[in-house]
């Protein structure tokens, strides 16, 4: 482990262990994108890889990309018939355009929305489409709320520790037709997401996705300070002895103009 995205860090193995909701919900994803043999395929944002092999069994010819070294080592060890790059989706390039773009569960970490769009259009060809779902406005809102109070309350918050963007339907539609998308379809719908481990999981949430906030405190402020978060969350996110997460999610299908 230890790769940082900012200040956030993953550690792969324990990623797919302890959060697989992440690729199982992708999978219907992955019936939007009704990938063909033959299409050549960018999964912006891939992780582990999980969905571009999934992708891949339809025959068609799939390029992972993820700003994690660390994800894109552990893509290539579990799936080394693939192909997978290190890359930041928000400014990464292609000579040869895609059919298509899918993405789960990776947009809302690329903060700078308006590059990301203009480079995912940019690497899908004209009439190639674009699939992709990730959290929208609201998303996480009592975590996001616990930790920016908590760390407020100690001194300790700044507004550039937030590393995530969740977006209305109409802002991200509007991006998108911005730089030359048709947006044929968009939803936005609540997802409350179960987490594994009982009492421990908002623990392996907050250790596994806070970076940007926890990385920088000492190891007793940080205890502190996940403690609190728990706390604070727990009437709204704790039920009958499991964690529920509020997580929101959009969904969209464009396709790239002529
Ligand atoms: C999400 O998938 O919505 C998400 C996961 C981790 C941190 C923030 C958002």
């Known amino acids: ?9 993953w550690d792969a193995r324990n ?12 999978q219907e994803v992955v019936q939007w994108l009704n990938p063909q043999a ?3 395929i960018i999964d912006w944002g891939c992780g582990t890889g999980d969905l571009s092999a999934r992708i891949a069994e339809s025959g068609a ?8 070294q660390e994800m894109i080592r552990e893509a290539m060890t579990k799936y080394p018939h693939l192909s997978f790059e290190h890359a930041d989706g928000q400014h990464w390039s292609t000579d040869l355009p895609a059919d298509a773009i899918f993405s789960n569960a ?18 899908v060809r004209p009439g190639g489409r674009l699939v992709a779902e990730f959290g929208g406005k609201g998303n996480i809102a009592s975590i996001s709320m616990a930790l920016e109070d908590v760390m407020t309350a100690k001194g300790w ?5 937030n590393p995530w963007y ?3 339907i109409g802002e991200y539609a509007s991006l998108l037709e911005q ?11 609540d997802r409350p997401t179960s987490l594994q481990y009982g009492e421990q999981g908002m623990v392996n949430w907050l250790d596994t996705f806070a970076g940007s906030y926890l990385n920088h405190l000492t190891k007793e402020q940080r205890v502190n300070v996940i403690h609190n978060v728990v706390e604070q969350t727990r009437p709204h996110l704790m039920k009958e002895g499991q964690w529920v997460v509020d997580y929101s999610r959009i969904r969209v299908y464009a396709v790239r103009n002529g």
């Open 61 to 68: 010819k799939v390029h992972g990309i993820d700003f994690s």
């Open 166 to 168: 969740f977006p209305s």
């Open 106 to 123: 990776a947009l809302h970490w690329m903060k700078d929305a308006p590059s990301t769009v203009r480079a995912m259009a940019k690497a």
């Open 157 to 161: 918050y700044e507004a550039s520790m």
């Open 1 to 9: 482990m230890t790769i940082q995205h900012g200040q956030q860090q």
């Open 179 to 189: 730089f030359g998308f048709r947006v044929m379809q968009a939803i936005h719908f």
């Open 38 to 40: 033959g299409e050549r």
């Open 15 to 26: 990623y797919d262990r302890s959060m697989p909701f992440v690729s199982a919900f992708g």
